[in-house]
Protein backbone atom coordinates (compact mmCIF):
# COMPACT_ATOMS: atom_id res chain seq x y z
CA UNK A 1 0.00 0.00 0.00
CA UNK A 2 3.29 2.22 0.70
CA UNK A 3 4.97 1.93 -2.64
CA UNK A 4 5.72 4.95 -4.77
CA UNK A 5 5.75 7.00 -2.01
CA UNK A 6 8.22 9.57 -1.13
CA UNK A 7 9.84 9.02 2.02
CA UNK A 8 12.52 11.05 3.98
CA UNK A 9 15.16 8.82 5.38
CA UNK A 10 16.31 11.08 7.50
CA UNK A 11 13.15 10.48 9.05
CA UNK A 12 13.63 6.85 9.66
CA UNK A 13 13.98 7.19 13.70
CA UNK A 14 11.53 9.67 14.20
CA UNK A 15 8.46 8.95 16.81
CA UNK A 16 5.46 10.55 14.89
CA UNK A 17 2.72 12.00 17.52
CA UNK A 18 4.77 10.88 20.75
CA UNK A 19 2.09 12.39 23.30
CA UNK A 20 -0.68 10.58 21.76
CA UNK A 21 1.03 7.34 21.03
CA UNK A 22 2.20 7.67 24.61
CA UNK A 23 -1.08 8.42 26.28
CA UNK A 24 -2.57 4.86 24.17
CA UNK A 25 0.25 2.85 25.13
CA UNK A 26 -0.82 3.97 28.80
CA UNK A 27 -4.04 3.36 28.51
CA UNK A 28 -3.81 0.20 27.27
CA UNK A 29 -0.98 -1.08 29.43
CA UNK A 30 -3.06 0.10 32.40
CA UNK A 31 -6.21 -2.04 31.10
CA UNK A 32 -3.25 -4.89 31.16
CA UNK A 33 -1.99 -4.18 34.83
CA UNK A 34 -5.91 -3.58 36.33
CA UNK A 35 -6.51 -7.22 34.85
CA UNK A 36 -3.83 -8.61 36.43
CA UNK A 37 -3.92 -6.72 39.42
CA UNK A 38 -7.66 -8.50 39.71
CA UNK A 39 -6.91 -11.78 39.20
CA UNK A 40 -4.17 -11.19 42.05
CA UNK A 41 -7.13 -10.05 44.39
CA UNK A 42 -4.95 -6.64 44.34
CA UNK A 43 -7.36 -3.66 45.51
CA UNK A 44 -4.42 -0.63 46.72
CA UNK A 45 -4.60 2.17 44.46
CA UNK A 46 -1.24 2.84 44.63
CA UNK A 47 -0.44 -0.82 43.22
CA UNK A 48 -2.55 -0.10 40.67
CA UNK A 49 -1.70 3.37 39.85
CA UNK A 50 1.70 4.06 40.18
CA UNK A 51 3.05 1.40 37.61
CA UNK A 52 1.53 3.52 34.62
CA UNK A 53 2.27 6.86 36.16
CA UNK A 54 6.17 5.22 36.42
CA UNK A 55 5.68 4.35 32.68
CA UNK A 56 4.43 7.83 31.83
CA UNK A 57 7.60 9.46 33.56
CA UNK A 58 9.63 7.23 31.61
CA UNK A 59 8.74 7.79 28.28
CA UNK A 60 8.65 11.67 28.95
CA UNK A 61 12.46 11.46 30.30
CA UNK A 62 13.19 9.35 27.39
CA UNK A 63 11.78 11.81 24.87
CA UNK A 64 13.29 14.73 26.62
CA UNK A 65 16.57 13.29 27.70
CA UNK A 66 17.36 11.64 24.76
CA UNK A 67 18.63 13.14 21.45
CA UNK A 68 16.88 11.91 18.32
CA UNK A 69 18.31 9.14 16.70
CA UNK A 70 17.97 5.47 17.02
CA UNK A 71 18.95 5.00 20.70
CA UNK A 72 15.90 6.80 21.45
CA UNK A 73 13.43 5.30 19.66
CA UNK A 74 14.51 2.30 21.03
CA UNK A 75 14.31 3.45 24.84
CA UNK A 76 10.93 4.78 23.67
CA UNK A 77 9.26 1.58 22.53
CA UNK A 78 11.22 -0.83 25.07
CA UNK A 79 9.47 1.25 27.57
CA UNK A 80 6.29 -1.29 26.63
CA UNK A 81 7.94 -4.33 27.16
CA UNK A 82 9.58 -3.04 30.59
CA UNK A 83 6.12 -2.05 31.79
CA UNK A 84 5.00 -5.59 30.59
CA UNK A 85 8.13 -8.04 31.93
CA UNK A 86 7.55 -5.83 35.21
CA UNK A 87 3.78 -7.33 35.22
CA UNK A 88 5.03 -11.06 34.48
CA UNK A 89 7.46 -10.53 37.19
CA UNK A 90 4.96 -9.02 39.67
CA UNK A 91 2.22 -11.75 39.51
CA UNK A 92 4.99 -14.64 39.43
CA UNK A 93 6.49 -13.05 42.63
CA UNK A 94 2.85 -12.61 44.28
CA UNK A 95 1.74 -16.33 43.30
CA UNK A 96 5.51 -17.30 44.60
CA UNK A 97 4.99 -15.86 48.19
CA UNK A 98 0.87 -16.15 48.38
CA UNK A 99 -0.69 -15.11 51.75
CA UNK A 100 -1.91 -18.36 52.36
CA UNK A 101 -2.43 -21.62 50.22
CA UNK A 102 -5.91 -21.11 49.28
CA UNK A 103 -4.94 -17.83 47.31
CA UNK A 104 -1.80 -20.02 45.74
CA UNK A 105 -4.45 -22.39 44.49
CA UNK A 106 -6.42 -19.98 42.89
CA UNK A 107 -3.54 -18.63 41.13
CA UNK A 108 -2.46 -21.63 39.82
CA UNK A 109 -5.37 -21.45 37.57
CA UNK A 110 -3.01 -18.52 35.75
CA UNK A 111 0.11 -20.42 35.94
CA UNK A 112 0.51 -21.56 32.26
CA UNK A 113 -0.55 -18.65 30.71
CA UNK A 114 2.49 -17.08 32.75
Known amino acids: MVQNVQFNPSAYYAIENPVLKTILSAGVLQ ?56 AVCYALARWRKPPDETYRQRLDRYRLPL
Open 31 to 86: CVWLMTTHVLDEHDRRVQLVPTCAYLLGCTVVLIAIPFGPLRQWAYYSMRQAYLIF
